[in-house]
């Protein structure tokens, strides 16, 4: 079954880490998005990527990096700078063309 | 940028009852998009309207597309406990390009059985 893949679904660092989700659809599809979900703040744009070998920030970028080697793959690496790395991570893609996102279930980074 | 504001932010209903919630912007859109979010998963597309007006359902969701095209409705009869989670409105963002969607920040539904 196509889909896409988060892992992991807990993962825990100490303050000052660099760390990096994964996200992997084979679905075939052409965009891939890196959202950040805080409780009552919705669902806030961090980058994402049209084509491989090309990526743009959203609207909270800072303290984020992405690659995208692959069309099937979608990192995020969350580094020191980012002030307040604790939230639930949300990786999603969708065919050129139509609208509406799949999202993957997500990865919950707890930083202590 | 654009915004969706979204309400109620939360709502506590018994089982049974029929929920109404909506999404509205200060811009125009041209699609609406409803999801839902069960706890600790990712959204779900629960319904997409393309048209001024439209009326669309799945099940026991009715969604309307608003005529003045800032707003949309989301209904939800005879609730079931598993109707809970956080529901999300989104449209594509203006510019022309329909890679990025705008999201509203939720309405949380909790279901007392």
């Known amino acids: 079954d196509g889909g896409i893949t988060q892992s992991p679904k807990y993962l825990f660092r100490k303050e000052g880490q660099n760390v990096t989700l994964s996200c992997e659809q084979n679905l075939n599809h052409d965009a891939m998005y890196w959202y950040r979900q805080d409780p009552g703040q919705g669902l806030r744009l961090i980058y994402y990527s049209q084509i491989v070998n090309d990526f743009q920030k959203g609207d909270i970028a800072e303290g984020y990096s992405v690659s995208r080697e692959k069309k099937e793959s979608f990192p995020l690496t969350v580094t020191s700078a980012q002030k307040n790395p604790t939230a639930f991570y949300l990786c999603?893609?969708?065919?050129?063309?139509?609208?509406?996102?799949?999202f993957g279930s997500g990865t919950r980074l707890t930083v202590v | 940028g654009q915004q969706l504001n979204q309400s109620p932010q939360s709502m506590f209903i018994q089982e049974g009852e029929d929920v109404s919630m909506n999404c509205t912007s200060s811009s125009i859109f041209n699609t609406w998009l409803w999801y839902k979010q069960d706890p600790g998963e990712g959204p779900v597309l629960l319904i997409a309207?393309?048209?001024?007006?439209e009326l669309t359902s799945n099940g026991r969701l009715t969604a309307q597309f608003g005529i003045t095209r800032k707003d949309s409705f989301l209904n939800i009869s005879a609730s079931i406990p598993s109707d809970v989670g956080i529901y999300f409105c989104?449209?594509?963002?203006?510019?022309?390009?329909?890679?990025?969607?705008?999201f509203g920040k939720g309405t949380l539904l909790t279901v007392n059985p």
């Open positions: 999603a893609s969708k065919v050129g063309g139509e609208l509406g996102y799949t």
């Open positions: 989104a449209g594509p963002q203006s510019g022309g390009s329909n890679y990025k969607l705008t």
């Open positions: 309207l393309y048209k001024a007006g």
